[in-house]
């Protein structure tokens, strides 16, 4: 299973072997929010909160 480093926390985040760029992934360590910027070398960041309010309006909405 494919892993990461949390750029919060420093700690070890372990995804799918699918995972794709774009995907949410939550840090078991800190239970800090990640986006998956990049699949090889596997990178993370911090999902924004103020993207993720603006998707629950959208969702919402519908």
Do not use: K
């Amino acid at each position: 299973m494919p892993s990461g480093i949390c750029p919060e926390c420093d700690g070890e985040v372990r995804v799918s072997p699918d995972v794709e760029i774009g995907d949410f992934v939550t840090c078991p360590e800190c239970d800090v929010e990640l986006e998956v910027i990049e699949v090889d070398p596997l990178e993370f960041e911090v999902a924004s909160e103020l993207e993720e309010d603006s998707l629950e309006e959208d969702e919402e909405e519908w």
